[in-house]
């Protein structure tokens, strides 16, 4: 397997693991495939998710999202592609859709996230969206910026 198969294998995995996690409403199941502090980035501004507590505030928000929007019954994400940015760090870009019983999507988002390997196991270090419009990871933000959630890498 090449390179960039290996990590796109890799990155659709972690997607496949955590998604199956929200598909679930289990937030044990959840938390392992994230990396604290976890960065969420989009056109509005950053936060860093430092504890389990900020990432269930995280996984109740899209839960509730997911409920919000009329007839979406799933989350379904794709990588589109995946690459080793080194030997333990994954870059990928991933298209996030909310789809209806028939399958057809009633909302999208593309994100980029960042994998670390941390003790042999593949965890999501960052996650960036490029979306200025009113979807998910854009409506977050402003909730965890509102929540007072660490904006600066420093502290």
Known sequence: MQGGQLAQSIYQAVLDGSGDAVQLADFPRYLPF????HL?????????LETPEDVRYVFDRLLEHMRAVEGAVKLKRTCTVAQFAGPNEIQGLHESQLLDKAGNPL????????????????LMS???YAE??????????????????????DL
């Open 40 to 48: 969420v980035e989009t056109f509005e501004g950053r936060v860093y």
């Open 34 to 37: 994230l990396h604290l502090p």
């Open 132 to 153: 200025g419009k009113a979807v998910y990871p854009t409506l977050l933000l402003r909730e965890l910026l509102q929540k007072g959630c660490r904006t600066d890498p």
């Open 126 to 128: 960052s996650s960036q």
């Open 107 to 122: 909302e999208s988002y593309s994100g980029l996230c960042t994998l670390s390997c941390i003790d042999g196991k593949w």
